[in-house]
């Protein structure tokens, strides 16, 4: 693994603790969701291995550990990213929101779009409250970073896959945060307020609340696949309805229409509480 030295004017060596930890963590997401490095799965790839960059600097380093990335390979001290703050560096806070990438360019935007996960993992570690880029207000109760690293790893290592979006992070983070520590828990609780803070699926609630979006709501040619995505609370099982006659209980599925017309499409979600 190659990191370089620097030009020992502007760069010193490129080997400070979070850079070694974010390289190694891109190692660690292709051995196991291996997503692709593009777009909404290349902003998640950039923003897990920022996430465990940060982790392993506070592990290494909890007296001088921080919120910021690579400032010690600057001459000037300047930060490539804040997971703290993004938006002090022009990065978003919240999806499709302020400095949100919509282009090609740097992959679909991998390196900025990365913060909002990356503040959301702040937020799941020190808690925060404020209103975002949609204007919602949010409140969210820290859990410390070791519980929401358990949570992250979890996510990345069992259930997201090559072509995960924002919103199959944010649902398979809370099942991540149920396994680990019970439904209904505080880390349920502040996983969900977290995504919600940064602009993915609403707030916790203990009731069942059904909402999903959807990869495109028209297409001028068949055959069109549409991508759904579940942004329910507290739903376990599911059912959708895509209406042509096809059905599926996956939580996010794909659906591939091959004729024309106005397709009607319907969810239902489910919650089983075990007591």
Known sequence: MTYGDGDGINYFPLTCTDIIGHEITHGVTEHSADLVYAYESGALNESFSDIFGTCIDFYLNPETANWILAEQISSTNAPLRSLENPNSLGDPDTYQGNYWVTGSSDNGGVHTNSSVMN???Y?????????????????????????????????????????????????YSIQSAIDLYGECSQEVISVTNAWHAVGVG????????????????????????????????????????FGDGTTSTSANPSKTYTETGVYDIRTNYKWERRL
């Open 119 to 121: 503040y959301w993992f």
């Open 123 to 171: 937020l799941l570690t020190n808690g925060g409250s404020g209103v975002n880029d949609n204007n919602d207000t949010y409140s969210v109760t820290g859990i410390g970073i070791n519980k929401a690293a358990q949570i992250a790893y979890r996510n990345l290592t069992v259930y997201l896959t090559a072509n995960s979006q924002f919103a199959d992070a944010r649902f």
């Open 202 to 241: 609403a707030d916790y609630n203990n009731s069942v609340i059904a909402e999903f979006n959807a990869s495109q709501t028209f297409s001028c040619s068949i055959p069109a696949t549409v991508n759904f995505y579940n942004l329910s609370v507290n739903g376990s099982t599911y059912r959708w309805d």
